[in-house]
């Protein structure tokens, strides 16, 4: 137990090492020195939570009419194209998509059932215990499609679930780091971005759909038509945002591009006037369905569409195959790049409203860090002069191993990019106190051992060996209860965790193995007959 070969020394001498190193750049992030360390260090950091170093709270409640809304029309498309592959094929007239449902006129009195059945076909569950998502009925000869309420709230979870990953790609994108992003009930998102003290920066990138549409002009449409806001059948007409108050155009209902046929969005600059623009790539199906509409449009205006704004509406001079265009508008830098970081993204499946606001100042998170650092200092201070006054030169050995555990768990978060909050900062105060239990464990067990007789050698073997199996039971009690803390809670709960599991690990090293190197090493050298302890 007490022998320790020159390779194992330097080993635990090496990890030490590591550890503190990669605790400075935490440690000289708030001075003017951090700028003059390696690129790499200032990149190993710890963040400070929002309660920490501020920033923005928002809950984000979703608009859950518009999932039907959607649903509805995504079913028109799938409606339109089974009827038409029917056999024979079956001739209906306008589908209307009102309140959600769907339903439209069979043109011949004898394929109502037939249509009925192609409908519960093409709405059919899966095989692998699907629940039905639509209803069909008919109405003379009208047959009427409505949302069952399971298929609603599938519908309504697959939504919000993707709207958070869409939320999390967004804010990781400004380079923020570690922002909370979760789930809050069936309809809510919860957003916590640190440092950012700007939130109308942030409710503007996530509070925007970026559903983008390219669609044909209606050129058919009168201004008297406009004026009236009244579309022929298959049309609908949008405001213009270049066109000032009331400008309105006419567009076609169905899509020719939609946001999800998008693989890249960057902001750039239009060649002939330098103003700021967004370059956008389609995927493959992108590029041979615009490439198609292009050239059977050729002089036709199409019209580019975000959340149901007319951006701008150019003419199609040549068919485009390349698979890309060009988004221009009243842009600045910012809105263009915004947008791209949007459309990259992806767009929100769902439209978000802001329920909760909130800002936590930066003096707040400075008055936490200074209670948090005054506690800690207190509390330290206090053990480290309990522990010399009771055990001498193995209470000092405790005290440097105590010591080195703090800058390693600042190291180890480092590593991690982890995120500090204050319940972290309790979580290192008590993990403080548990590498100290583990000392005064085997201090106690020592003084045991000599009050048996042991020679010292034997005594301290002895101690460590006993009090190592006592420390290691109750550690694995203390993992399984920060193990269920991570997995099961959530915010502070978790901040706490982390820093408690990454504290059992590093003090179980730096109390066990590290004073028993000091301790193996003093022994060697002095070969003492009488131990102080």
């Known amino acids: 137990m007490l022998n320790f070969p020159r390779w194992k020394v330097i080993g635990i001498w090496l990890i030490l090492s590591v550890g503190i190193m990669l605790s400075v750049p935490s440690l000289l992030s708030a001075t003017s020195v951090s700028a003059y360390l390696p690129a790499w260090a200032q990149r190993i950091h710890v963040n400070l939570g929002l309660d920490l170093a501020g920033g923005s709270h928002l809950l984000l409640e979703a608009d859950t009419g518009d999932v039907a809304r959607q649903r509805a029309a995504l079913m028109e498309d799938t409606i339109r194209r089974a009827m038409r592959t029917a056999t024979p094929p079956i ?3 306008e589908i209307s998509t009102t309140g959600g449902q769907l339903s439209f006129v069979v043109r011949d009195p004898a394929q109502i059932d037939a249509a009925i059945g192609v409908a519960r076909t093409a709405t059919q569950p899966s095989a692998f215990g699907g629940t039905r998502e639509w209803d069909v009925a008919n109405t003379g000869n009208r047959v009427v499609m409505s949302q069952t309420q399971a298929g609603l709230d599938n519908a309504i979870n697959q939504a919000m679930t993707s709207a958070r990953e869409v939320i999390d790609r967004r804010i990781n ?3 923020t780091r570690e922002p909370t992003i979760q789930r809050a009930g069936d ?8 440092g950012l003290q700007d939130p109308e920066q942030l409710k503007a990138l996530i509070g925007r759909t970026a559903h983008l549409e390219f669609k044909l002009v209606d050129l058919s449409v009168t201004p008297e038509q406009l004026r009236a806001g009244r579309a022929p059948i298959g049309s609908q007409i949008l405001p213009y945002a270049e066109g000032g108050p009331g400008a309105r155009i006419a567009v076609q209902r169905r899509s020719i591009i939609t946001g999800d046929m998008i693989s890249s969005a960057r902001q750039g600059f239009d060649q002939q006037d330098g103003r700021p623009v967004v ?3 389609f995927d493959g199906n992108g590029t041979r369905r615009f490439a198609r509409v292009t050239q059977e449009n050729v002089g036709k205006p199409f019209a580019i569409i975000l ?4 951006l701008s509406a150019p003419n199609i001079h040549e068919p485009i195959l390349g698979g890309t265009a060009q988004i221009s508008g009243s842009f600045t830098v910012d809105s263009a790049n915004q947008l791209a970081i949007s459309l990259q993204s992806g767009s929100l499946p769902v439209t978000l409203h802001v329920v909760e606001e909130r800002t936590v100042g930066p003096d707040l998170g400075a008055d936490s860090i200074r209670n948090g650092i005054i506690a800690s200092i207190v509390a330290t201070v206090a053990v480290l002069v309990f522990m010399f006054l009771s055990y001498g030169r193995f209470g000092l050995y405790a005290n440097l191993a105590v010591a080195i555990n703090l800058f390693i768990i600042v190291g180890v978060l480092a590593l991690m990019n982890g995120t500090l909050t204050l319940p972290g900062i309790a979580g290192f105060v008590l993990t403080m106190g548990t590498a100290v239990d583990a000392n005064v464990l085997i201090n106690e067990r020592i003084r045991e051992e000599r009050r048996k007789g042991r020679t010292v050698i034997m005594a301290v073997e002895n101690g460590y060996k006993e009090a190592t199996r006592t420390i290691m039971e109750a550690n694995v009690i203390h993992v399984i209860a920060g193990s269920i803390m991570l997995l099961m809670g959530s915010g502070p709960i978790k901040g706490f965790a982390v820093v408690l599991l990454i504290g059992i690990i590093t003090s179980v090293f730096t109390a066990v193995v590290f004073t028993r190197m000091l301790v193996s090493q003093w022994i060697r050298r ?6 102080h302890i």
Request: hydrophobic share 35%.
């Open 91 to 93: 001739e209906i007239g």
């Open 187 to 194: 309809n809510r998102i919860l957003v916590e971005v640190p």
């Open 173 to 175: 994108s400004l380079g």
């Open 526 to 531: 002095t070969r003492p007959t009488e131990i």
């Open 307 to 310: 959340d149901n704004v007319v």
């Open 279 to 281: 370059n956008i790539g």
